[in-house]
């Protein structure tokens, strides 16, 4: 089993989602709990996240409880539904694992910020590569 840090290291190549300052902060079977600092670069023009944020830290986050034990798992198909505004200082995702099954997985995916408001939920499909 691989370590939070071990973990850590294998997703910088994520670049994506940690140059824009996503981070792991849990991971567990088929789970990982990923967050990221709110800054001005991740703000639209009316001064709110940029509903690209939530999506790509849940995206970073399925990433993260997919494939942490074994690199072989891609998104197929997203589905993200914005149901409140985030009006912390922080956005954290948690994935969980509903089904895993031969080929497929669905993951779950909560975006809420610091403050418990839920900002997003996410519904994932995922194909494991042969």
């Known amino acids: ?31 990982a709990k990923c967050s990221l600092i709110i800054t001005p670069a991740h703000c639209n023009a009316m001064g709110a996240v940029m509903g690209g944020v939530p999506f790509m830290l849940a995206d970073f986050a399925f990433a993260v409880a997919a494939n942490w034990q074994e690199m072989r798992t891609v998104s197929i198909d997203s589905h993200i539904a914005f149901v409140g505004a985030a009006k912390g200082q922080k956005l954290i995702a948690e994935a969980r694992c509903l089904k895993n099954g031969h080929t497929t997985c669905y993951y779950t995916v909560e975006v809420k910020d610091d403050l418990g408001t839920v900002v997003a939920e996410v519904a994932i499909t995922g194909f494991h590569k042969r």
């Open 1 to 31: 089993m691989k370590t939070l840090q071990e973990v850590r290291e294998l997703f910088t190549k994520d670049r994506f989602a940690t140059e824009n300052g996503a981070i792991i902060e849990e991971i567990g079977d088929y789970y």
